[in-house]
């Protein structure tokens, strides 16, 4: 898809040339602020996104992707995100003009906003300028650095599960839909953008949660730490393929959230399975197999799916959707002599 010049810089043109303009023609007369006359702001002119709008937004410039249902909603997140900081700057223009904020304090948060709306701005010609077959990267890059990093409860993991068979000296790097062998060892590497809660688990044919991490023998213990790249479990630990269900699909899942996960966390603490509702939008539990528990049966086609965005330029990382606070990853092998 080539998009027109015009569409490539209209964000940044709109953002330039109007946002927190200092008055102009339509402003009302001076206000006493605290006794001193105050120069009333023309709120209308500090953003105009029906402009941008009219350039074609984040939205129009699409994506060749095979992920374009992920990426379509990264670029309408990042659209409503354009929205969202346009609204803060009118409601931000309005208590300046009404003498609830000070000088001072418009002055900085004003340029603050100044600086982020740059930034969508600068985005959305970088976009642009990738061709559309290898748009994904640009767009998993801008709704990280925008929409994710804005949101409290944003988060990204990238999670990538080693294995060593018996025949193998070392560890290697494996990707989903691996056959592996009984006797391999598995290590996960994991790290997650903000302080979060993570766990590996399993679904039972009737539907029960078996939590695989975190576990009183493994030394990490959640919330595991941001920013840090780990090794579960640590040091020379591993999870172990046993001889039980040679044959068979198996399915991990690995859930970040920045808030504990009470039917997990309770799992946990007694050792049983739970059954958790807030879970249902990860798989149904029925007809699906449980994954590192090695319990026999094939995983029906389309049963369970992840949670989040993923990134096609990036498959290890994952991202939270517009307004979510939770991220899963699947990783499926085969279990083999």
């Given at each position: 898809m080539?998009?027109?010049?015009r569409?490539?810089?209209a964000?940044?043109?709109?953002?330039t040339?109007t946002?927190?303009?200092c008055?102009?023609?339509g402003?009302?007369?001076?206000?006493?602020?605290?006794?001193?006359?105050r120069?009333q702001?023309?709120c209308?002119?500090?953003?105009?996104?029906d402009?941008?709008?009219?350039g074609?937004?984040?939205?129009?410039l699409?994506t060749?992707?095979?992920?374009?249902?992920?990426?379509?909603?990264?670029?309408?997140?990042?659209?409503?995100s354009v929205?969202?900081?346009a609204?803060?700057?009118?409601r931000l223009?309005?208590?300046?003009?009404?003498?609830v904020?000070?000088?001072?304090r418009?002055?900085?948060?004003s340029a603050q906003?100044?600086?982020?709306l740059q930034?969508?701005?600068?985005a959305r010609?970088?976009?642009?300028?990738?061709?559309a077959a290898?748009?994904g990267?640009a767009?998993?890059?801008?709704?990280e650095k925008?929409?994710v990093?804005?949101?409290?409860n944003?988060?990204s993991?990238d999670?990538?599960?080693?294995?060593?068979r018996?025949?193998d000296?070392?560890?290697?790097l494996?990707?989903?839909g691996v056959?592996?062998?009984t006797?391999?060892?598995?290590?996960?590497t994991l790290?997650?953008?903000k302080?979060a809660?993570?766990y590996?688990f399993t679904k039972?044919?009737g539907?029960?949660?078996?939590v695989?991490?975190?576990n009183?023998?493994?030394v990490?213990?959640?919330?595991?730490p941001?920013?840090?790249?780990?090794?579960?479990?640590?040091?020379?630990g591993?999870f172990?393929?046993?001889s039980?269900d040679v044959?068979?699909?198996?399915?991990?899942?690995v859930?970040a959230?920045?808030?504990?996960?009470?039917a997990?966390e309770?799992s946990v603490a007694?050792?049983t399975?739970?059954?958790n509702?807030s879970?249902e939008?990860v798989?149904s539990?029925?007809?699906?197999t449980?994954?590192?528990?090695f319990?026999?049966?094939e995983p029906?086609?389309?049963?369970v799916?992840?949670?989040g965005?993923?990134v096609?330029?990036?498959?290890?990382?994952t991202?939270?959707?517009?307004g979510d606070?939770m991220v899963?990853?699947t990783f499926?092998?085969?279990?083999?002599k």
């Open positions: 080539n998009i027109p010049t569409h490539a810089s964000l940044a043109a709109v953002i040339s946002v927190f303009a008055g102009g023609r402003a009302s007369e001076p206000r006493s602020c605290d006794g001193a006359a120069e702001l023309v209308e002119a500090e953003f105009s996104y402009a941008n709008k009219a074609g937004g984040f939205s129009v699409g060749a992707s095979a992920n374009a249902s992920h990426e379509t909603t990264a670029l309408r997140a990042l659209d409503n929205e969202r900081y609204a803060a700057s009118r223009c309005d208590e300046y003009n009404k003498c904020l000070s000088k001072e418009y002055a900085t948060e906003l100044r600086a982020q930034r969508i701005g600068s010609e970088d976009i642009a300028k990738t061709p290898s748009r990267r767009i998993a890059e801008a709704y925008l929409v990093g804005d949101d409290p944003g988060l993991l999670f990538t599960l080693e294995a060593k018996p025949a000296a070392d560890y290697r494996v990707d989903s056959s592996l062998p006797g391999a060892r598995l290590a996960a790290s997650t953008s302080t809660y993570v590996f039972t044919m539907g029960k949660t078996e695989v991490f975190p009183k023998e493994i990490q213990k959640n919330p595991l941001a920013g840090v790249r780990l090794r579960i479990p640590e040091g020379t591993s172990v393929l046993d039980r044959g068979t699909k198996e399915r991990l899942f859930v959230s920045v808030t504990p996960i009470d997990l309770a007694s050792g399975s739970a059954v509702e879970l939008r798989g539990g029925a007809e699906c449980r994954g590192l528990t319990k026999k049966g029906k086609a389309g049963c799916r992840g949670r965005l993923r096609e330029a990036n498959p290890s990382r991202l939270t959707e517009p606070d899963t990853a499926d092998y085969l279990h083999t």
